[in-house]
C-alpha cells in the first residue's frame, strides 16, 4: 500500500513539474480564489443556517408559551381530559410540532402526543419520566429552548414551566420542525456551492492537463533546442504537428537551425584552411612560439619551441599549464611577468636566459599580450623564443678576436715605437752594428705586423660573405707552386721538403686561390716548427673506396706532414682557435695565431670538407682534408660557396 501510495505521489510530482512557472502561478491563484468563494459562500451558509435556527427558536418558544397558556389552568384543575383534546386539536392545526409532552412536578410523563395516552394506573403500568435539562428552572417562568439533532433534521427543544399562581405542577415539552423553506434554502445553497467548488477545480486541472499538451510541451521542446543550439548542435530539430502560432515559431526555429547548421560547415571550412595556415606558418618559423590564456594553459606550440623548451610530446603540453612544463630557469624569470601581463599591469617583456638543460644554450624570450579585435580585453600572451646561443657565442668571439687583435698590434707597434726612439735620441752615441740591429729588429716587427693585419684581412674577407666560385682545379700545380715558394726558406733552415704526388691525379672541386693559401698556412707552419734536419712533406692521393664509404673513391686526400716538435693532446682541441699559437706553449714570438682558423674557414666553409690532424709531441704532425673529385664530364657547371658554407650551382 506504501509503494502504491508513493508511486502516485512520485507520478503526480513528476506531472507537476513539467507545469511552466506561470501555470503553477496560475492554478495558485485559481486555487486561492476558489478557496476565498468557497469560504465566503459557507459563510453564507452558515448564516443563513444561523437564522433559520433563531427563528425557529423564537418560533418554538412563542408557540410554547401559547400552549401552556390555555393548558395550565387545565393542569392545575386535574383536568388532564381537557388538556388532552386541547392539545390533540393543537398538535392536529400545526405540522410544526413533531411531540408534547406532559410531565408533573416531580417529572413523570402523564400525557404526550403521539408518544403516550391516559391509562389506567395499575401495577403494570411502566413510569415513564421526562430528563429535564440541568440548566432548567421551573419556577422562572421562561421557556428554555435546545436544539438537538435527530435522524430527520434538527429538532427544537421547547421546556414550558406550568406554573399558576406562583405554584408549580410540572412542565410542557413540545419539539418543533425546523422551517422547511429555510431548510430547503439552506441545502441548496450548500448543493451549489460545492458544485461550485468541484467545477474551479475540473476546470483548473482540464486548464493544466491542456496546457501542457498545447502550450508547455512545445515550449519545453523549443527551450530544449535552444540550448542545444547554443551548445553547437546545429542538428537539433523539432517535430511537433501544431498550428497556429506555435507552429510557426516551431517552423521558424527548424529554418533558423538549418541555416545555423548551413553556416557552421561553412565556417569550419574556413576556419579549418585558416587554422592549417597558421599552424603551417608557426610550425615553420625559425623562432619557437608558444600561445596560452589568461590561465597559463597552453594553446599552440611549434616544434622549434618543443624543441628548445625539451619537450618531447607537443600533445601532452596543450591544455598544460605552461608554467608546470618549463625549464626552471625560464619559469623562474617569467612567472612574475606572465601573471602581470594577464591581469593587464604590462604590454610585452624580453628576457634572455641561459639554458643548462636539456643542453647549454642562450635563448631570447619575448612575451606579447594578445588583445581581442577591438583591442580592449586580453585575450592570451604570445611566448617567442629565439635560439641566440650563435649571437652570443659571435659576440664574444668578436669580443675575444677585438681583444687579441690589439694585443697581437700592440706589441709590433710597442717595439717598432721603442727601437725607433732609441735610434733618435741615441743614433749618433750607437755604433754601426747596434744600428744595424735596431733596424733589423724595426723591420722585423714590421714584418710581423704586416703578416698579421693580411691575416685578419684575409679572415674577414673569408666571413664577410663573398663568394668563391669553385671549380676544377690541378692540385698538383697549386702543390707545385708551394713548395716553390718555402723552397729557400726550408733550404735556410736546413729543412727537406719533400713532394709525394699520385700520378695521374684528378681534377678536384674548389678555389685554386684559397686551397693555394690553405697550403702555404700549413707548409709556413710545419716549417717554422721543424728543427733542422726535418723533413716537411705535401702528399695528394686518390682515395680507394671503401665499403663503409663508398664515396671516397671520388674524392682526394692532401697531407701535410712534419717532423717537428709536435702539438700535445691538450692543445689540438684549441689549435683551430683564432690567436691561438703553439708557440705559447715554447716561447717563441712568431706568428699571428690566425693561420689555421682561416685553413679551418677555407676548407668547411668553402670546400664544405673538414680539416684533420694527428700529433705527438717531439714526432711531428700531420694535417690533412679530403676534396671532391672533379667530373669532367659537366665542365658547364660552376659551384659558389657562400659564408654559410651551401654551394650554389652556377652554369656558364
Sequence with gaps: MLAICKTIRQAIANWWSEFTLQTKLLAAATLVVSLVMSGLTFWAVNTIQQDARLNDTRFGSDLGLLLAANVTPLVAENNLTEVAQFSRRFYSSTSSVRYMLYADETGKIFFGIPFLNPEVETSLTIERRIKLPANYASHGGKPMVRQHMSPGGIVTDVFVPLVVNQKYFGVLAIGINPNPTAVISSNFTRDVTIAVFISIWVMVILGGVINALTITKPIKELLGGVKQIASGNFKQRIDLPLGGELGELIFSFNEMAERLESYEE??????????AKLETLV?????????????????????????????????????????????SAVQTEITRPLYEMASGECDSAEFRILLNEPRNKAIRILLTTVLNLQRESIKGIAITVQDITREVELNEAKSQFISNVSHELRTPLFNIKSFIETLHEYGEDLGIEERREFLETVNHETDRLTRLVNDVLDLSKLESGRSYSLQGIDLAQAIEQTLRTYQLNAKDKGIELIQDIAPELPPVFGNYDLLLQVLANLVGNALK????????????????????????????????????????????????????????RVHTLEGTGL?????????????????????????????????????????????????DGELSVAKD
Excluded: C
Design 266 to 275: 561553412q565556417n569550419i571550412e574556413e576556419l579549418t584552411a585558416e587554422k
Design 283 to 327: 610550425s615553420t618559423i625559425a623562432d619557437g612560439a608558444v600561445l596560452i590564456d589568461n590561465n597559463m594553459q597552453v594553446i599552440l606550440v611549434n616544434p622549434t619551441a618543443s624543441k628548445l623548451f625539451g619537450w618531447e610530446n607537443t600533445s601532452d603540453i596543450v591544455g598544460k599549464n605552461v608554467l608546470h612544463h618549463l625549464p
Design 529 to 584: 716548427f721543424t728543427r733542422a734536419g726535418g723533413k716537411v712533406a705535401l702528399r695528394a692521393y686518390k682515395l680507394a673506396a671503401q665499403p663503409n664509404f663508398p664515396n671516397r673513391q671520388h674524392q682526394v686526400r692532401v697531407e701535410i706532414s712534419d717532423t717537428g716538435i709536435g702539438i700535445g693532446s691538450e692543445d689540438q682541441q684549441a689549435i683551430f682557435a683564432r690567436f691561438f699559437r703553439v708557440e705559447n
Design 595 to 643: 693561420g689555421l682558423s682561416i685553413v679551418r674557414n677555407i676548407i668547411e666553409e668553402k670546400h664544405q670538407s673538414k680539416v684533420h690532424l694527428v700529433s705527438e709531441v717531439g714526432i711531428g704532425t700531420t694535417f690533412w682534408f679530403d676534396l671532391n673529385v672533379f667530373d669532367e664530364q659537366d665542365t658547364s657547371t660552376l659551384l659558389e660557396a657562400t659564408d
